[in-house]
């Protein structure tokens, strides 16, 4: 089974400051990929960034980048640069193997609040 | 642009009740999913269906059904409402066989039962 944690329920940070938000996973497959997914207060869930395990570089996208420690098992997502508007749930999730249709499993999610 | 859309942003309905919530999507996705989101908790798959008419049951489907007859349309139903179905509700959809590929979500409805 795979199981994904998020063990911050909340984070602040200060406006132009870099944060960290912590993501580790457990798995026996050893195919599988690592989402980020942003949720602001108005609801919807917006796709931020993805990791495949064979992917030998860290994704990045813009403000974001996935610090990716495989051994670890581990896939932080790092905003460099904070704004106002990166206050928001966010939610780190597996894809499930291809014989599951690859469904994903979802943290509990780390709620950041960026202070001016 | 990819839309997934959910009838209700905000629904109240009644202890009993059988209640309908509706997602389309316009982007030609085979798979569709249904989640609830509860504060801590995360979100919990309810149901998976992977093409017109097929259905997995997720994590918590007691107490839900879901319904799959276009392949656009994904519903979901509470069969007889209760209190502690009050929550959030996200519908998402997603390529058929592409690991890679992230879901798209709707904005969420948030049901409250009384």
């Known amino acids: 089974a795979q199981k994904i944690t998020q063990t911050q329920p909340g984070m602040f940070v200060q406006e132009k400051e870099a944060v960290t938000l912590d993501c580790t996973y457990d798995?026996?497959?050893?195919?599988?990929?690592l989402f980020w997914y942003k949720q602001p207060s108005s609801g919807e869930m917006i796709f931020l960034i993805y990791q495949g395990s064979y992917d030998e570089q860290n994704a990045t996208e813009g403000r974001y980048s996935l610090n990716f420690q495989k051994a670890r098992k581990s896939a932080n997502l790092v905003i460099s640069a904070s704004q106002l508007g990166d206050s928001a749930m966010y939610f780190c999730a597996m894809r499930g193997p291809s014989g599951g249709s690859y469904i994903p499993t979802f943290g509990r999610g780390t709620s950041l609040i960026v202070h001016p | 642009d990819v839309k997934v859309t959910q009838s209700s942003r905000y629904l109240v309905k009644r202890t009993g009740e059988k209640v309908f919530l509706e997602c389309v999507q316009d982007m030609d996705h085979e798979n569709m999913f249904w989640y609830r989101q509860d504060p801590g908790l995360g979100l919990r798959l309810i149901y998976f269906s992977y093409d017109v008419k097929m259905k997995e049951k997720g994590d918590i489907p007691e107490g839900y059904s879901v319904s799959r007859e276009k392949k656009e349309r994904f519903s979901l139903i509470l069969e007889s409402a209760s209190t502690n179905q009050t929550s959030m509700y996200l519908c998402a959809s997603r390529t058929q066989g592409v690991g890679n590929q992230p879901q798209h979500f709707g904005d969420g409805t948030r049901l409250s039962i009384l």
């Open positions: 798995t026996s497959d050893q195919s599988y990929g």
